[in-house]
């Protein structure tokens, strides 16, 4: 049975407006409507590329969204940041209607956006409860029956008599997801929120989210950032990219795509041109890649395998290439190099260049590869910042799946022995 059901479902936006913009577009609208024409500001906009300035003032947050859900399905949301997760939610809740499209949904729906959304702040933290129960069609009863196990979840009962515009963020979401996964809701909503809480609180909501779905046989979407989450949690997964559904598809294939389509590219390869390859009179770089040893998706446990192909045009030289791996904060990993002709005995033609990172070498983070070729250990022949960068997925360590602080995440063999009082 369907829980979801978006067909052609777009949503755009007026950049700098509150609205539907000036009078003039809205009695525009309403003249085409009434002879049954289209609506003629649909025919404009631009994909919503933050990157760009762009020369239309209409974007399309969605474009053409279409997807189903079954009952029990538990949905992980996917992409980087604009890419249209939030709006997907805020349409999927009823938030805000699409431009275009329909959504069709079987049973209530429950969601837990952005800190402010569904509590209206002057109420206190008990009405609201009440207040979101009977909006989902509860009974007072029913939510009474709730109301006890709710507050213990949230942790906030010492001020759950208190308006709720008192409470810190982390108290908000806190009591807001506790309202959302308890009250008798058949579809669970979840966007990136949880990032306000602490790793204790995460990994509860985590663990209620996952009997919901297991448990309960309800139904779930869920945006997050957090890659380790989604693959524990979420059976399939939707990845978007710039307003458009770019796949859909098991959960873990759908990490793999979000990665291939990273801005910051694993692999380059020319084009079958050397001319227009990366390089110089001195050097042609043919191909730079950067692959997990196993599996398919690069994390902490797969290793990376590094490949460089190049073209030399200097014969008779000592060769030599660096490779300098930075994170995120530029801080420097490794600087590492290794010759290629060691005796001035280059010669003219193809090298190929390998080696493997192993696993635990890397904790989770986005990283960037810099490479440099060098004549004799003094003279710079060629040398080329960010060529490739790659990002490594966090994994699961016990029941906890947070990101742990440090460079590196190495696993050790322990030995353990115990010698007694």
Same mark, same amino acid.
Request: charged share 25%.
């Given at each position: 049975?369907?829980?979801?059901?978006?067909?052609?479902?777009?949503?755009?936006?007026?950049?700098?407006?509150?609205?539907?913009?000036?009078?003039?577009?809205?009695?525009?609208?309403?003249?085409?409507?009434?002879?049954?024409?289209?609506?003629?500001?649909?025919?404009?906009?631009?994909?919503?590329?933050?990157?760009?300035?762009?020369?239309?003032?209409?974007?399309?947050?969605?474009?053409?969204?279409?997807? &189903? !859900?079954?009952?029990? =399905?538990?949905?992980?949301?996917? /992409?980087?940041?604009?890419?249209? $997760?939030?709006? +997907?939610? *805020?349409?999927?809740?009823?938030?805000?209607?699409?431009?275009?499209?329909?959504?069709?949904?079987?049973?209530?729906?429950?969601?837990?956006?952005?800190?402010?959304?569904?509590?209206?702040?002057?109420?206190?933290?008990?009405?609201?409860?009440?207040?979101?129960?009977?909006?989902?069609?509860?009974?007072?009863?029913?939510?009474?029956?709730?109301?006890?196990?709710?507050?213990?979840?949230?942790?906030?009962?010492?001020?759950?008599?208190?308006?709720?515009?008192?409470?810190?963020?982390?108290?908000?979401?806190?009591?807001?997801?506790?309202?959302?996964?308890?009250?008798?809701? &058949? !579809?669970?909503?979840? =966007?990136?929120?949880?990032?306000? /809480?602490?790793?204790?609180?995460? $990994?509860?909501? +985590?663990? *209620?989210?996952?009997?919901?779905?297991?448990?309960?046989?309800?139904?779930?979407?869920?945006?997050?950032?957090?890659?380790?989450?989604?693959?524990?949690?979420?059976?399939k997964g939707i990845l978007l990219s710039q307003g458009t559904l770019a796949y859909?598809?098991?959960?873990?294939?759908?990490?793999?795509?979000?990665?291939?389509?990273?801005?910051?590219?694993?692999?380059?390869?020319?084009?079958?041109?050397?001319?227009?390859?990366?390089?110089?009179?001195?050097?042609?770089?043919?191909?730079?890649?950067?692959?997990?040893?196993?599996?398919?998706?690069?994390?902490?446990?797969?290793?990376?395998?590094?490949?460089?192909?190049?073209?030399?045009?200097?014969?008779?030289?000592?060769?030599?290439?660096?490779?300098?791996? *930075?994170?995120?904060?530029?801080?420097?990993?490794?600087?590492?190099?290794?010759?290629?002709?060691?005796?001035?005995?280059?010669?003219?033609?193809?090298?190929?260049?390998?080696?493997?990172?192993?696993?635990?070498?890397?904790?989770?983070?986005?990283?960037?590869?810099?490479?440099?070729?060098?004549?004799?250990q003094s003279v710079l022949m060629y040398g080329i910042d960010n060529i490739v960068?790659?990002?490594?997925?966090?994994?699961?360590?016990?029941?906890?799946?947070?990101?742990?602080?440090?460079?590196?995440?190495?696993?050790?063999?322990?030995?353990i022995n115990f010698h007694g009082k």
């Open positions: 049975m369907l829980a979801l059901k978006a067909e052609n479902i777009s949503k755009q936006y007026r950049l700098g407006q509150v609205g539907t913009g000036t009078l003039s577009h809205d009695l525009n609208r309403f003249w085409h409507k009434v002879r049954g024409k289209e609506d003629p500001y649909l025919k404009i906009g631009e994909t919503n590329d933050r990157t760009k300035k762009g020369n239309s003032e209409y974007v399309w947050s969605l474009r053409d969204i279409n997807f &189903e !859900i079954k009952q029990g =399905d538990a949905i992980g949301i996917i /992409g980087r940041n604009g890419a249209g $997760k939030s709006t +997907l939610l *805020k349409l999927l809740s009823k938030v805000t209607k699409p431009t275009t499209g329909q959504i069709y949904t079987n049973g209530r729906i429950a969601s837990l956006l952005e800190v402010g959304t569904g509590f209206h702040p002057e109420m206190t933290g008990r009405e609201n409860v009440f207040l979101n129960g009977a909006i989902l069609g509860m009974t007072r009863k029913e939510i009474s029956r709730k109301f006890d196990e709710i507050v213990d979840f949230s942790g906030v009962e010492r001020y759950i008599d208190t308006p709720v515009k008192r409470y810190s963020s982390g108290m908000y979401v806190r009591l807001a997801f506790a309202v959302a996964a308890h009250l008798e809701s &058949e !579809i669970l909503i979840v =966007d990136e929120v949880l990032a306000v /809480g602490d790793a204790d609180f995460q $990994k509860k909501c +985590l663990g *209620k989210m996952n009997d919901v779905a297991k448990g309960e046989g309800r139904t779930i979407l869920f945006v997050s950032h957090n890659m380790t989450a989604v693959k524990e949690l979420c059976n859909e598809g098991d959960m873990l294939n759908t990490i793999i795509e979000y990665q291939k389509s990273s801005s910051t590219t694993s692999h380059y390869h020319y084009n079958g041109n050397i001319n227009e390859a990366l390089g110089n009179e001195n050097i042609k770089i043919k191909e730079f890649s950067v692959q997990p040893i196993h599996g398919n998706l690069i994390d902490i446990d797969s290793g990376v395998h590094v490949k460089l192909v190049f073209e030399n045009y200097c014969p008779n030289i000592t060769l030599d290439t660096t490779f300098e791996l *930075k994170n995120y904060e530029e801080l420097v990993i490794f600087h590492v190099g290794s010759f290629v002709a060691d005796n001035n005995d280059s010669k003219v033609g193809e090298y190929i260049v390998e080696f493997d990172i192993p696993s635990g070498s890397l904790n989770a983070g986005n990283y960037y590869f810099k490479l440099y070729f060098g004549k004799d960068g790659f990002e490594v997925e966090n994994v699961k360590v016990g029941n906890k799946m947070h990101i742990y602080p440090g460079v590196i995440r190495p696993s050790f063999d322990y030995k």
